[in-house]
Each structure stands twice: as structure tokens, then as C-alpha cells.
């Protein structure tokens, strides 16, 4: 389902970010409280908290990468989906590889 | 002063690195390392000894990872690593190349970056897209890759690259202009009357002899050649050989006449090893005469191939000769391919090999 709404003002949300990801960045925290308005947004605020973050999760499709899921509040988003303050959001890895 | 000999291999499940002496008897094998990505293709910087390994993830994306340690902690980066908003994105780094203070990286789908700060940033040479042939170009097999970049020891401006299904294309100018390369190279595949078109041509590996930059041997789908002009016409050296078809290709470091090719069957028959026979093919006369050897390499049973990247020599005196197959072996001859040590197996299948001497 298309999701075009815009949010203006930034949420505060919880962010749940999967083991693999964290392994790449020594300094991150597999659970981070952040604020920002869209999916896009948190993925720019995760990058600038841990320089190269963002292009782990997201390609120039522009899209979240084939093979990464990112969940708002058990649905799951794309880059414009908005934020509701405390919403919870999970960033996984899809079933892939062999 | 003794050297250690460091063997940067890639494979799909992971970089590894063998650390062995100038002896090549003794080897010592570390990894998996870069978080067991699919990593095509190891470097060094043979000034600095910094080793970089560039991949892609299926998850994650492509990278180029660093390690200024021999190994022992890495970062990754690929800030700039980027086709413009809308085109499809970049999957996979597939070939570095160190050369006059920078790095290059080839990607998937093909293209061609620069960093000058360590692969810390990369800047996308962009006129490889705007060649006017760019539209046409068909992935193989492997996808539309640009597996093999060369340059002058010399001179900063000259670039060849090799890009499979599309061919060699040669920058006069560090990237800026392209030119495609393929003058005499066959498509076996393409109609009888079309079989020597500008581009189309499937490159496998290039290889620039030592001290004489416009000689390169080429690897291809179709036939083994050599080039006088750096690559503006090309010479078929496949008579002797037992097949027109193989990965990857290799230059002796001091001796420009002298070259390595690992032909297997063809390409529809599995892509082994003839026979089921290991043989490296070494040539001394620039491709005129080929000699197989065979000393310590299995004769029976050997399913097998060699990716194109996945030969290399290192630069002793008697030179080394590696190599690792798709099947995770990693084969050692110290003295110039007379004789052959098996130094690992087991590792997931090998994309590339490549060597570093360091002063012990």
C-alpha cells in the first residue's frame, strides 16, 4: 500500500536495529531512541550518528535495499512512511542467501 | 633482508590471507574476514601494505573494506559508491586496482570509481556511462561486470578495463573518454559474418606484461590473445593450447614474454579442468609455444575451475605462481609453475588471489 502522507514535526520513536547490521558498526547500539518525521529521516539520523549507516539499509532506487525490512509499529514501511511519536521500529534482515 | 609473502584471497563467503615466507613451503591461514561477505577481488598498496577487499552483500549492499593491519581489524566504506537517483544501483565491487596514488574500483553493472583518500570516498568516473555504446551493453553470465582494470606504471592517464560480455575499452585521458578495444578478438556466439564486431566481445582477464605497457595478454571467452598496441589490435596466441576457453591470465614480474593460462574444457562442458586433469600452461615466447605443468597438481578426478581473477604471481625471484579454484583449493609453485604445492582446500569457492611482499 502506497503511503504519501508527509509528516512535518519529528517524532520520538525507538529503533530496534538487527545484530548483523550492528556488527558493522562497533560503536552502535542494537536498540537506539531517535527522533524523525519519516522512515527516510530516521535512516538520515542513523547516519549521522554512524557515518555509512545509510547506505547499508538504503540504495539509489531510491528504496530500503531488496533484502532489508524495516517495520513501523508491526507494518511493514517504505523510506516515506511517517512516524508517530513512540512508535516502534525494527530493522531486520530479509530471509536471504545460500 | 627476508620478505614475508602474504596471499590476498577472495572468495564468496569471506577475504582470507595466507601468511607464508620466501620460502612458499609454509603457510599460515587467516579469516574469514569483512563479516564473510562475497568478496571478488583482495589488494594491497605495496607501499603501505594496507589491503583492501571489495564485495557485496546481499543484504547490505557493495563495500570496499580496509585493513592498514594485515588483516587483523577492517573498516568499510562506500561513501560516493553511487549511480546517480533512479539508475539501478551498484550490487557489488568486483576489481581494485592501486596505481599512482589512488584506488580504483570496478563495479556491477559496469562502472568505474576513484578514491584518492584510501576508500574513504570514491568519486564515479563517469565517462565509461556516456560512451555511446553504453546503452547496448548485455550482461553474461555473471552479470554486466567490470572485472579487470589496467594502467601504465608510467603514466597516470592511460586506463584498459575488461567487462564481461562487453569487452576491453581503453581511457587515453584517467576515465574522462572511452574507446572500445576489441580488434581481432572473436564472439563465437554471434551469427558466422558478426563474429568480430567493435564491442560485444566477452573478456575474461587482462594481464599487461612487465615493463612494456602496451603488451597485454588477454583471457576471453573465445580464444587467448595477445596485443602489441595496447589492445588496439589483437593476436590470437590459442594454438597449442588444449582449449580456447579459461579464466584468468597472469604475467611473470620481470620477463614481458612470459605468461600463464588456465584453460578448461569450454564452456558448456562444466568449465573444468581438461580431462579432469590440472595444468597450468606457461608460454616464454609471448604466446607462441605453450608448455602444460603439471608437477604436483592432480591428474585424476579434478572437477574443477579458475575464476577470472583467481591467478596471480608474486614478485620474488624465483617468481611464485597461485592459484585457487571454484572449488576452494589454493595451489603454490615457488619456482615459477615447475612444481606445485597444495596449500589449502576447503575454503568456499576462491574469486581471486593476489600478493603482497613485505620486508620481515
Redesign the interface.
Known sequence: MPDTSEATSPSRVTVMLTHALVRLFPDAQTTVTLEAATVDGLLNELDRRWPGMRDRLADTSPGIRRHINVFVDGKKAMLSTPLQEGSEVYVLTAMSGG | MPKNVHLLVGTNKGAFIFDGDSNRQSWTLRGPFC?AWPINHVVADGDNGTIYAGGGN????P?VWKSTDLGRSWT????G???????T??NSVWSLHHAHGGLYAGVQPAGLFRSTDGSETWRHLDGLQKQPSRAEWMPGGAGLILHHILTDPTDPAPIWIGISAVGVFYSSDGGETWEPRNRGTRQDYAPEGQRYPEFGQCVHSLAMAPGMPDRIYQQNHCGMYVSEDGGQSWDSMEAGLPSTFGFPSATHPRDPDTVYLIPLNGDVLGRFVPDAKAAVWRSKDRGRTWHDLREGLPQDGAYFGVLRQAMATDALDPAGIYFGTSTGSVYVSGDEGESWDRIAEHLPTITSIETLVVEN
Open positions: 563479516e546481499e543484504w547490505f549492499g563495500a568499510h566504506s562506500s561513501a559508491l553511487v549511480y546517480a537517483e533512479g539508475e544501483p551498484i
